[in-house]
């Protein structure tokens, strides 16, 4: 998946800064992420996985996307996860023996408290410009399941409204985490 990663990276974003960001990506934990720590993607390479299927799912979008929006909004919607997950050991009980084993899993250790998609929003404006659009749809890929939204800010309706490619990215990162990579 790196290099498909990569091969779309590269053919499609374009924008100034784009080589610093991808560099950034190659040289951080990116492409042996998981996409989280239990649900989907949560394997060594899952978040690159992830990114892969969430710019395959916007293929279906219903609204006119650019290449490079399509790439952009898709393959690093969720640089918070970088340098974000650790791996850690915990004692299990291994049913056909009866014994106890430490089994590695993945723990949060989150570097830069910042929420999640607004993160993933300020990691990727110190390399390149975000436009309008991308940044929303970046800030609000989660949805409902956004922290903000579980918190009762009414938000959402409005940027869904306002930003239609926030909601495409929303249903392509629903339809990749609970379809194409139903764990």
Known sequence: MREKFIEIYTENIQRAGADHLLNWLKNSDFFKAPASTRYHGAFEGGLVKHSVHVYEML???TIEISAETRAVIALIHDLCKVDFYKTDTRNVKNEQTGMWEKVPYYTVEDQLPFGHGEKAVYIINSFIRLTREEAMAINWHMGGFDDR????????S??????PLALELHIADMRA?????KS
């Open 177 to 181: 985490s609970f379809i194409t990579e």
């Open 149 to 156: 939204v579980k918190g009762g800010n009414f938000s959402l």
């Open 59 to 61: 293929e279906h979008a």
């Open 158 to 163: 409005t940027v869904f409204t306002q930003y």
